[in-house]
């Protein structure tokens, strides 16, 4: 499908901008960097914003998701927003129940453990995600407004990032019901009823691609598919019955075209994936997020070099004295020299009570920095 020519790929030079650069293969002059978990939880003006009101409704409030999408942007001189959102709003917006328990996560009233429980909920068209994803659309709009005009006053374009959750993690939570240390539930699912779990993560990457073709369709110029737990599963578990689930989800925004033939950069990232490094670049993507357990040279060796990394700082470094935090920077900067590119971000998303003094001081000492 084709976007229209006022996407940003085309009409905001986001195409040159240094986040879609590296992610397309090229090694911009200043390397860029942006925070998974960003927006939110760790800057005093989100929660301000937010005040307390349930989570789902502040990702489905334009004028809420919008703001708060920039706060990072404008705080920490990042090189990209990412779209304030959750990976569970696509299955909120499918008529699942389910609600993010303050401190705690994705809670559903009704956990899929069954056949019958499966084939009750693929009952649903995923198609219903994008007729009931208007604020979604509509926040997306406002970001990219707000990003043209923060755009402008840094002389830099700035991309927003859409993002989903994979087939995989989004069945973490809603296999077990909640949160969970192992994800059990979910393994035990795959190898007791293969079937019904591959219904089941067909209809999960279906629901969380058109999530993720809306942010694209509205705006965004980049993707990230966020399979956070697929650490948990052994390789040959992840190759056979996750993967092909986890290309499927990409697909919708494989399928799009800006009106100048560009495609939409694609990012896959998971936490304690070093054995699948491998098989998170073979969902046919153009960088692999890499978590801070494996230093981005092996990954490097792991991916092949036809791959852009992104990495791999160790959340927990944000609390350590300057001089350890900013030697270990140095280090991920010249270990992500060997691979064709590299976009500096953490291994993990940003803690809570992260400070946001030393997010801004790191992305000082990566934007000063040349090879
Ligand atoms: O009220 C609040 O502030 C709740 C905290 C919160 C926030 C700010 C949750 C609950 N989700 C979010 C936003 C969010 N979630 C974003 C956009 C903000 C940004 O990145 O800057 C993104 C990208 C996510 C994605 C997400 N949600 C992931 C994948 C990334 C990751 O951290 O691994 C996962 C696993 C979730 C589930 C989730 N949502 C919220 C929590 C606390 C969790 C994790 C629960 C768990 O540990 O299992």
Redesign the pocket.
């Known amino acids: 499908m084709l976007l229209p020519a006022s996407h940003p790929l085309t009409a905001h030079a986001t195409a040159d901008s240094r986040l879609v650069r590296a992610l397309r293969g090229d090694r911009p002059d200043v390397t860029p960097v942006w925070f ?6 760790s800057l005093p003006e989100y929660r301000e914003v ?1 005040g307390d009101g349930a ?1 789902l409704d502040a990702c489905l409030d334009p004028a809420i998701a919008s703001e708060v999408t920039l706060q990072p942007v404008r705080r920490h001189g990042v090189d990209a927003a ?1 779209f ?4 569970v709003v696509p299955l909120a917006l499918a008529g699942v129940r389910v609600e ?1 328990a ?1 401190g ?3 809670v559903f009233a009704d956990p899929v453990r069954t056949g019958a429980a499966i084939a009750e909920l693929t009952r649903i068209d995923p198609a219903v995600v994008a007729e009931r994803a208007e604020p979604v659309a509509e926040a997306v709009r406002r970001t990219v407004a707000l990003l043209a005009d923060e755009s402008e006053r840094r002389g830099e374009p700035l991309p927003l990032i859409g ?1 989903g ?1 994979a087939p995989f ?1 989004l069945a973490a939570y809603l296999v077990e019901g909640g ?1 969970s240390k192992d994800h059990l539930a979910a393994r035990r699912l795959l190898h007791e009823d293969p079937a019904g779990w591959d219904a089941l993560l067909a209809w999960l990457a279906a629901v969380t691609g058109a999530f993720l073709a809306v942010q694209v369709e509205h705006g965004a110029s980049a993707a990230q598919l ?1 399979d ?1 737990w697929a650490g948990a599963l052994a390789p040959d578990d992840y190759r056979a019955s996750v993967l092909p689930a986890s290309r499927a989800a990409l697909d919708p925004v494989r399928a799009l075209q800006t009106a100048d033939e560009q495609r939409i950069p694609l990012v896959h990232f998971g ?1 304690g994936t070093g054995e699948i490094l491998h098989d998170l670049a073979a969902a046919g993507v153009d960088a692999v997020g890499v978590d801070y357990r494996v230093p981005l040279w092996e990954a490097s060796r792991r991916v092949g070099s036809h791959l852009t990394l992104q990495g791999n700082l160790d959340p927990a470094l944000l609390f350590a004295p300057a001089p350890v935090r900013e030697a270990a920077v140095a280090r991920i900067l010249r270990d992500g020299t060997t691979a064709r590119a590299h976009v500096f971000n953490l291994g ?2 940003v803690p809570a009570e992260a400070s946001p003094d030393v997010l801004g001081a790191i992305v000082d000492q990566v934007h000063a920095w040349r090879p």
């Open positions: 998974m978990r960003q927006a939110g939880r937010r989570m990412i304030f959102s959750d990976i993010i303050p705690r996560g994705p993002f959750g993690t949160p966020f956070s936490v993990h998303g």
